[in-house]
């Protein structure tokens, strides 16, 4: 399968940059979504990162996703969700060079 990019699924704007990351980012999803091993619903989140984690938070609830930051060699002009079918590997935010990084799910277990 090959990667699709899928900017109507979601809506997703920085609050303010790089410099703000750990203040967080929103996103409001329009379907269900698969980051790593979790499945998001649809609805509006926070997203922060806290160290090697993206925490989504809706209402009282948060869910931690492992996740890194990397910057680009340019600056984003709008924002884009890459994933295959609906299993999310990375978030480009607009305005800024910068990219949120997911590994995909396990798929199974090795047998030796």
Not at 63 to 68: L, N, Q, V, Y
Not at 79 to 106: C, H, Q, R, Y
Request: positive net charge; charged residues 20%; contains cysteine.
């Amino acid at each position: 399968m090959h990667k699709q990019i899928l900017t109507s699924m979601f809506l997703f704007s920085s609050l303010a940059g790089f410099a703000c990351a750990a203040s967080g980012y929103s996103v409001k999803f329009y379907g269900p979504v698969q980051i790593g091993a979790t499945e998001l619903k649809a609805g509006d989140y926070k997203v922060e990162m806290q160290g090697d984690k993206a925490v989504f938070k809706s209402g009282k609830s948060a869910i931690e996703i492992p996740a890194t930051l990397e910057k680009s060699d340019k600056k984003f002009t709008s924002t884009l969700l890459l994933s295959e079918d609906s299993k999310v590997s990375e978030i480009d935010v607009a305005g800024t060079n910068i990219k949120i990084m997911f590994a995909p799910a396990p798929t199974g277990l090795a047998i030796k």
